[in-house]
């Protein structure tokens, strides 16, 4: 089943929010941001950019009518600031005028008087100042202190790991129009239609029922528009309600990269215990988290980087501490994998290490430790695991020990390029690990022409869930998916939305719309039974378009028994609501079942490393992956070859830079690179995870927008391989992105220690 977009996509038709045909009279918003990370702010000189032409109204924090506020979790981020500045692209000011190019011109004509306090990029920094964002987070299970004593190996080590730009095809933007009665509707490109209409509100002061929201699709999100898009639609909101005229912002490339957040980088300290049979006794991990200047969503994060810190291995006795820094960036925030990746790379990296010294494959050492059925995570969900299954079965068809022997042959007759190979087991939880957050609502009308729109909190990213919403009415009505439209999302439509995060939009939504769908299609049958003479409506079926009495046909289609129905006063639509069963989480103990499944798989990643020059190619990824039961395995499919170059990327090229002074130098696609059809691996391969087992996904279709990114990882450890090859002495620091420089520097770092030893 192709995506349902795919054809206005191809022709250029699919609307963003830059697609929108303008309002007469609508005015273009530019931001002014700070040029400094931390200071007094002192004066903001706006004269000269009044006088600029085109310029309609400048807008400071004085200004604002409602709450000059906009931090989801804590309220420690202001929309403009007022008296400090925090981060090098925090909003001083918006500029409003009659063009673009006019606001644009107008903003650089602003000057700000800042009075420079000390800036902390570092965590570690940050955590030595106690500058931290919440109290820091505890995970326990068994008791580490003792168990350690009982090891026959114990290896203790650091990891870093930088974060990653967000880079949607589409920059963060707004249109904000305003409405009759001083409300107004906003346009954002955004994962949380919600989020935004409760920043609008809060920064207009309108009750959030005068605040209309709506999304009809973005051009990718990635996290970085789950909360990040709200201040971009405040600003337009703000504009419009102090000029009465509606407000459009769409950024610059590199005015996105500079204001807005990325994925946490981390720094952590691992200890890890093992016994002689290389089983994982003790786990102890402390991550240092980079949040940026503000909360944003780094809390939950970093909540996540401790659910997964240990991967998809048991271990019996775990302590992780997280601690969330402070920091003078502009504040870091959700980036598919949701901290669960950084945490992920840690305890690969420990793995890593306790292989080295005990001169094993590190996957001698994975393999041993994977979780079985009933073993405990950390947080105390009890697992149900398919860790195992889905690494014997990726075994059985792509031979390991084999794709191992082809690359050591290699490395014996290749001096100067050699190969290395890595596995990378995954196991990500679904569902927002807060449970409040586990509920959608969907909302379907069946017309008397019998077409069927749908409508829904999810938001369409390119991840394909309109396609999957679809198919669910399509499969509940047994109607052509022609026949059903699923329309924007909408806060007047599906009010009180979770955002589109999480991997679980398909599932939250799709089973509301499952509900919907199953409540009218209860009621046409009931319309039905009569009709076609069945005893009861469990008698009646509606298969492809026709009605069916026992399994026999009968004289209704659909569309008569739609207007029958109409006739007949029954309800033709539902507004459905859908709560994941099972799930919660106490956080006084740090124990609980957050998680209505676990996502699993096992990739072998293969790279070739040219040992002169320090560039490598990825040569092959291949995965066992656990979709449950795919229902749609052309958007899967997708998911899958995309998370996991989005996951090479991050691990291997992509490379966030700040200088001291809190300046992003990475700040355009001539600086930042990600990867390009000719750095994607050249061969991904999977197969499906054969499993009977039930799950709470939609139709058993277990969610996968973020888990493939995490196969990535495994490009890390297989370039550590390769330059392990070139030179058994050299131990690279587990330190990403490892891109060709480092790579370089690495290959020929005994080298130059011992040139310097002689001299
Ligand atoms: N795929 C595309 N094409 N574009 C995106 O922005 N976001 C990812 C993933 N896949 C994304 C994507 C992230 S971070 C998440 S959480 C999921 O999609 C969200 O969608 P889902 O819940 O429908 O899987
Ligand atoms: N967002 C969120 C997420 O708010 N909570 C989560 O648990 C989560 N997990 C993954 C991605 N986004
Ligand atoms: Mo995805 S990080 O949950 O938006």
């Given at each position: 089943m192709k995506n349902v977009d795919s054809k206005s996509h191809v022709r250029g038709e699919s609307v963003y929010l830059d697609d929108i045909p303008l309002i007469e009279g609508t005015l273009f918003a530019c931001v002014y941001d700070s040029q400094v990370a931390h200071g007094v702010l002192k004066i903001v000189e706006i004269s000269e950019a009044e006088k600029s032409e085109g310029v309609v109204k400048i807008i400071t924090a004085k200004d604002l009518i409602g709450e000059n506020q906009i931090g989801g979790i804590f309220p420690d981020e202001p929309l403009f600031a007022d008296t400090e500045v925090h981060f090098q692209g925090m909003p001083i000011a918006l500029v409003l005028a009659e063009t673009e190019e006019q606001a644009r011109s107008a903003a650089k004509k602003i000057r700000a008087e800042i009075e420079p306090l000390e800036i902390v990029t570092d965590p570690r920094v940050a955590f030595a100042k106690n500058n931290l964002i919440v109290p820091p987070k505890h995970f326990k299970l068994g008791d580490t202190e003792n168990a350690f004593k009982n090891c026959e190996y114990v290896f203790e080590g650091r990891a870093d790991v930088n974060g990653q730009e967000h880079l949607y095809i589409e920059t963060q933007g707004a249109y904000s129009i305003p409405t009759e009665q001083g409300g107004m509707r906003v346009y954002s490109s955004t994962q949380g239609p919600t989020a935004v209409q409760r920043c609008v509100s809060r920064v207009t002061g309108?009750?959030?029922?005068a605040v209309e929201v709506d999304v009809t699709r973005l051009g990718g999100g990635f996290g970085g528009k789950e909360d990040q898009a709200n201040a971009w639609a405040a600003v337009c909101a703000v504009g419009t309600q102090l000029t009465k005229r509606p407000v459009k912002y769409a950024l610059h490339r590199m005015e996105d990269m500079r204001m807005t957040g990325k994925r946490n980088p981390y720094s952590a300290d691992y200890k890890i215990g093992l016994d002689k049979d290389l089983k994982i006794v003790a786990y102890q991990v402390v991550f240092y988290q980079n949040a940026g200047a503000s909360a944003d969503l780094s809390p939950p994060v970093l909540e996540r980087t401790l659910f997964h810190c240990t991967n998809s291995y048991f271990v019996p006795n775990v302590t992780a501490t997280g601690y969330s820094c402070r920091t003078n960036l502009p504040p870091n925030t959700a980036f598919r994998g949701f901290g669960g990746p950084q945490g992920m790379f840690v305890i690969e990296s420990a793995i890593a290490h306790a292989a080295e010294k005990l001169n094993v494959p590190a996957s001698q050492i994975q393999q041993k430790n994977l979780i079985n059925d009933g073993d405990e995570f950390p947080y105390g969900q009890i697992a149900e695991s398919e860790a195992v299954t889905s690494w014997t079965q990726a075994d059985e068809k792509f031979d390991f020990a084999k794709l191992q022997k082809e690359a050591d042959e290699f490395n014996r007759q290749n001096k100067f390029v050699k190969k290395g190979v890595a596995l990378m087991p995954v196991c990500f939880g679904i569902s927002f690990t807060k449970t409040p957050m586990n509920q959608a609502r969907s909302l379907v009308h069946v017309y008397t022409d019998g077409s069927v729109a749908v409508s829904t909190g999810a938001v369409e990213m390119g991840q394909g869930v309109n396609t999957k919403i679809a198919q669910v009415a399509s499969t509940v009505f047994s109607l052509p998916i022609e026949r059903v439209k699923v329309h924007t999302t909408n806060t007047l439509r599906i009010a009180n939305t979770s955002p589109t995060a999480a991997s679980a939009a398909a599932d939250l939504n799709g089973r509301a719309t499952q509900i919907a769908c199953e409540t009218i299609l209860q009621r046409l049958k009931e319309v039905a039974a009569p009709l076609v003479e069945a005893e009861t409506p469990d008698d009646v079926s509606i298969e492809n378009g026709f009605v069916f009495r026992k399994g026999e046909p009968t004289d209704f289609d659909w569309l008569k028994l739609v207007n029958e129905a109409h006739m007949n006063r029954v309800n033709l639509s539902e507004h459905a609501h859908y709560a994941t069963q099972g799930i919660h989480f106490d956080w006084s103990i740090a124990k609980g079942h957050p998680f209505a499944y676990h996502t699993y798989g096992t990739a072998i990643v293969g790279v070739s490393v040219d040992c002169l020059r320090g560039i490598y190619t990825v040569d092959f990824v291949k995965a066992c992956h656990d979709f449950g039961s795919s229902m749609n395995t052309s958007v899967d499919y997708g998911q899958i070859e995309g998370g996991i170059v989005q996951g090479i990327g991050w691990m291997t090229m992509e490379e966030v830079v700040y200088d001291k002074s809190g300046k992003l130098r990475s700040n355009a696609l001539s600086t930042y690179k990600i990867p390009d059809i000719y750095s994607v691996p050249k061969t991904i391969e999977f197969i499906p995870l054969e499993t009977t087992r039930e799950n709470l996904a939609i139709f058993n279709s277990k969610a996968v927008g973020e888990p493939p990114l995490m196969y990535g990882i495994g490009a890390y450890f297989a370039i550590r391989n390769a330059v392990k090859a070139f030179n058994t002495e050299i131990s690279p620091a587990f330190d990403t992105p490892f891109t060709p420089e480092k790579v370089l520097m690495n290959l020929y770092s005994e080298t130059v220690k011992k040139m310097k030893a002689k001299t």
């Open positions: 309108l009750p959030m029922h």
